[in-house]
């Protein structure tokens, strides 16, 4: 789904965030940064979060606890539940009950995966030094309708540009290492893996734009059980992080091949 609509906000917005573990200081810091009044919940002890506490007072976000959930819930006009955060944690289970629609709960969820794949990208990136050819991260599932709950797993892939001659086993693992670090540390911030492997870091979801392509064509023409069920993650998917052409090409390559195969 290439063209997904990106997550909006009102004018006037207000937003709790509920958790402030890695994801949820993320989160809260994407919001502030797009000019959102934001309020942070954990109910952890209070002298467990002095450097929560100090980190977000600094982007003018307060953290409050159990004596000031109720006027936090009460000002919010979203509310965002961390991953990791359980259905039946008392902040959640009272904003369920402040009748705060479950779109609203839910909507920032997928911002929130949005800007640890980005900021996961960056750490390895810097780690390991620039990609040596084009590539894009391509989200899928529930990730790429921005469609996320408390429940959702993570699932993308990966596609890079054509390796010179030779060159193919080196570069497969340079995105095979940048694939593992950024669904290992999606992983520790709440979104786990998904348990059919639907993963950057599985080879049957990193490969180059030529091998890509050449897979959609064997999903359509020769449309067996498994592939079919391949090709109904692969079509769903949305660009998260991209530097090679690849998203147009595959959507052209729905558009046009899938209404010339009989079988599709």
């Given at each position: 789904?290439?063209?997904?609509?990106?997550?909006?906000?009102?004018?006037g917005d207000r937003a709790l965030v509920i958790g402030v573990g890695r994801s949820g200081m993320a989160t809260a810091a994407v919001l502030r940064d797009r000019g959102l009044a934001v309020t942070a919940y954990d109910d952890?002890?209070?002298?467990?979060?002095?450097?929560?506490?100090?980190?977000?007072?600094?982007?003018?976000?307060g953290l409050v606890g159990e004596d000031g959930l109720a006027a936090a819930i009460q000002d919010a006009s979203i509310a965002i539940v961390s991953p990791g955060v359980p259905p039946n944690n008392p902040a959640v289970l009272?904003?369920?009950r402040?009748?705060?629609?479950?779109r609203d709960i839910g909507r920032v969820l997928s911002l929130q995966h949005d800007a640890l794949v980005t900021r996961l990208i960056d750490?390895?990136?810097?780690?390991?030094?620039?990609?040596?050819v084009a590539w894009a991260w391509l989200d899928l599932g529930s990730a790429a309708r921005r469609e996320f709950t408390l429940s959702s797993d993570q699932d993308n892939a990966l596609a890079y540009?054509?390796?010179?001659?030779?060159?193919?086993?080196?570069?497969?693992?340079y995105f095979a290492r940048l694939g593992r670090e950024v669904n290992e540390g999606l992983a520790?911030?709440?979104?786990?893996?998904?348990?059919?492997?639907?993963?950057?870091?599985?080879?049957l979801w990193r490969m180059s734009k030529a091998q890509w392509l050449r897979t959609f064509d064997e999903c359509l023409r020769a449309p067996d059980e498994s592939r079919l069920i391949r090709a109904s993650v692969a079509f769903d998917f949305r660009r998260?992080?991209?530097?090679?052409?690849?998203?147009?090409?595959?959507a052209e390559y729905d558009r046009v091949d899938a209404l010339t195969v009989s079988q599709f």
């Open positions: 789904m290439p063209n997904a609509a990106v997550v909006k906000f009102e004018d952890k002890p209070s002298e467990q979060l002095d450097k929560q506490r100090a980190d977000l007072a600094k982007l003018r976000i009272a904003v369920q402040a009748g705060v629609p479950a750490f390895s990136l810097s780690r390991h030094g620039p990609a040596p540009a054509e390796p010179g001659p030779g060159s193919e086993s080196e570069i497969d693992d520790r911030c709440g979104f786990g893996v998904d348990d059919n492997g639907v993963l950057a870091g599985n080879r998260q992080a991209a530097f090679v052409k690849f998203v147009g090409a595959h």
